[in-house]
C-alpha cells in the first residue's frame, strides 16, 4: 500500500494544516504517558525515618546536638546508621534506630554513648518520618519500611509490567476497532486512573489501580504512534515519529516541576492527572485515519476523511478513494507476479528470525539493543534524583536534553547513516558510565552533567532503533521483528528500576551494568549491514544478502529517495508496531 499512500499524501499534502492539527493534538497527550511513567521517582520517595516512641518525648539527644523535638534534628541527620535518643516525660530512655528501638535499663544520665544494659523492641508504635521536603508518600501513607520495604521496590516495577501487557492488548484492539476508538478510552483511562490512584484506600488497590493505569497509558503511547504518522506524508515522517517521544520527554520535565511545587503525594498525583485533562475534552473530535478506514471496507467514511484533509489543506482537487483502491490493486498484483514468498499466505513465527546464522546473529544483536537503550534510558532516568543537589532540577534536566537528542539522532542518522549513528552513540554511553565512576561524589555538577551527557547519547540510540530495525529485516517479518524487540525494550524497563536498587549494594552498580551492555552492544552493531540508501527487502534471502554487501552508501540511492526512507512509516502504521518506551 506504500504506492496508494503517496498518492493520496502528493495530493493533499504531507504535513498541511490538517495533519498539524491532528499531529499536535495526539502527541500533546503522550505528555500524560511520560508523566505516569517517571510519576514514582517522587510519589514512592522514602525519606529519613525511625522508630516512634511509646509516649510523649521530653528531650531529644543526636550525637553533640540536642532539641526538643524530633523535628528538629532531621537537618543533622547523615546515615542510616544513626541513631536517636529520646528521653520520655516518665524518664525512660530509648535509642531509636530505623527498623528497631532500644530502652535503656539505667536512665541515670542522658548520653549519646551508652555501655549499659537494653532491651531491644520492634517498631510496634509506628514510624517517624522526615517531613521536611515530602509531606506525605505511599511510603509514609503505608509505612513501606523495613520488613515491607520490598513493597515500595515493586511500585515501578509492577507498572512497567502493566506497560508491557497494555502495549501488547491495546495494540491488537486498535487493529480489529479503531485507533479512534482505542484513543478515545486509553485517553479517557488515563485521566480516570490516574485520578483513581490518588484516592486509594490501601497499597494493594494503589498497585493494582497503577496497574490500569500503565495498561492505558502504554496502549496511547503505542496506537497514537501509528495514528500520527497515518495521517504524516514522506516528507515529515522521520522527525514527525522521532518527536513524539520528545513530548514523552516533556511529560518528565513537569513530573519534576509539579513535585518542586507540591509535597503531598495524593495531590501531586491529581496535579499530574489534570495534564490529561484538555485532550480527553477535545480527543473525540478527531476523526479515523483513512488507511483503517480502506482495511475495512468503508470506503464512504475513508472519503469523508480525505474530503476533509483537502478543505483544511486547501486542496481543491483532493484524490478519491476509487483511485487509491485501484492503484493498491495494481501494486497487489505486481507484488504476485514479481515474488510468491511475498504475497503467499504463509504464516510467519518467531523461528523465522532465527532461519540461518547471518538473521540470528542479526536479531540477538538488535534484541540487545533494544533492551540496552531502554535499561539505560530509566537506568538514567530514575537515578537523577539521587545524584545529589537539588532531585527536582536534576530530573528536569534528564527530560529537558532528550529534546535536542531527537534531533541530532534525525540529521546524523540520514547523513551518516544508521549504523554509523548507532556505534558511536551507544560505546560513548558506555564511556560515559565509566567516566562517572571516576568523578568524586563532592563534584555533584561535574556528575550532573555527567549523566545528562549518558542520557543523551543513550538516547541516541534508543529513538534510532526503531526504524533501523524495521530496515533490517524484510517485509514478511518486519512487523514480527520490530515486535519482539519492542518487547525486549519493555523488558528492560521492567528490569531497570531492579538496576536501579543495586545501587545498595555499590552505588555504581547500575551504571557498571548500562556500560557493559552498552559497549557489547556498540560492538556487536559493527557486523550489522548499513541501511541507509538501501531499499527495503521482501525476502529472508534478500534480507541475508544485504549483511553481505560491502558496497559503501555513497553508491547507493541518496537518502531522500531511497526506499528504506520513504516507505518508514508505511512499515510502522499498516503492521502494527509498537513504539511504547
Known sequence: MALSSERLFDSLGHFGRFQACVYFASVFQAMSCGIHYLASVFMAVTPNFVCGFPGNVSSVLFHNSSASSIEDIWT?????????????????????????????????????????????????DGFLYDDTKWKSTVVTQWDLVCDREWLAKLIQPTFMLGVLIGAVIFGDIADRLGRQRVIWFTSAGQFVFGIAVAFTFDYYSFVIVRFLLAMVSSGYLVVAFVYVTEFVGIKARTWASMHVHAFFAMGIMIVALVGFLVRTWWVYQIFLSIATLPFVLCCWMLPETPFWLLSEERYEDAQKVIDTMARWNKVSTPCKVSELCSVQQDDVASGRMGDDDTSSAKKHNILDLFCNWQIARRTITVWLIWFTGSLGYYVFSLSSVSLGGNEYLNLFLIGAVELP????????????????TLIPFLILSALICVLIMFIPQDF????????????????VAFGLIYLYTAELYPTIVRSLAVGSGSMMCRVGSVVAP???????????????????????????????????????????????????????????????????????????????????K
Not at 537528542?405 to 554509523?420: E, P, S, T, W
Request: with cysteine; charged share 20%; glycine share 6%.
Open 76 to 124: 543533622l541527620w547523615t546515615s542510616t546508621e544513626n541513631y536517636i535518643v529520646v528521653q520520655l516525660e516518665n524518664g525512660e530512655i530509648w535509642e531509636l534506630d530505623q527498623c528497631s528501638r532500644s530502652k535503656r535499663e539505667v536512665t541515670l544520665d542522658l548520653t549519646y554513648e551508652y555501655k549499659g544494659n537494653k532491651s531491644v523492641f520492634p517498631c510496634s
Open 405 to 420: 537528542c531527537y534531533i541530532i539522532a534525525c540529521v546524523a542518522m540520514d547523513k551518516l547513516g544508521r549504523r554509523n
Open 444 to 459: 555533584n555538577i561535574l556528575i550532573i552533567l555527567a549523566n545528562m551527557a549518558g542520557k543523551f547519547s543513550i538516547g
Open 498 to 580: 531492579f538496576c536501579v536498587y543495586l545501587r545498595s549494594v555499590w552505588i555504581f552498580m547500575p551504571l557498571l551494568l548500562v556500560g557493559i551492555m552498552a559497549l557489547l552492544s556498540g560492538i556487536l552493531t559493527i557486523m550489522l549491514p548499513e541501511t541507509l540508501g538501501k531499499p527495503l527487502t521482501n525476502t529472508l534471502v534478500e534480507a541475508t544478502e544485504m549483511g553481505r554487501n560491502k558496497k559503501s552508501c555513497s553508491e547507493k540511492t541518496p537518502p531522500a529517495h531511497s526506499g528504506a526512507a520513504s516507505e518508514k512509516i508505511e512499515m510502522f502504521g499498516q503492521e502494527r508496531v509498537s513504539t511504547d
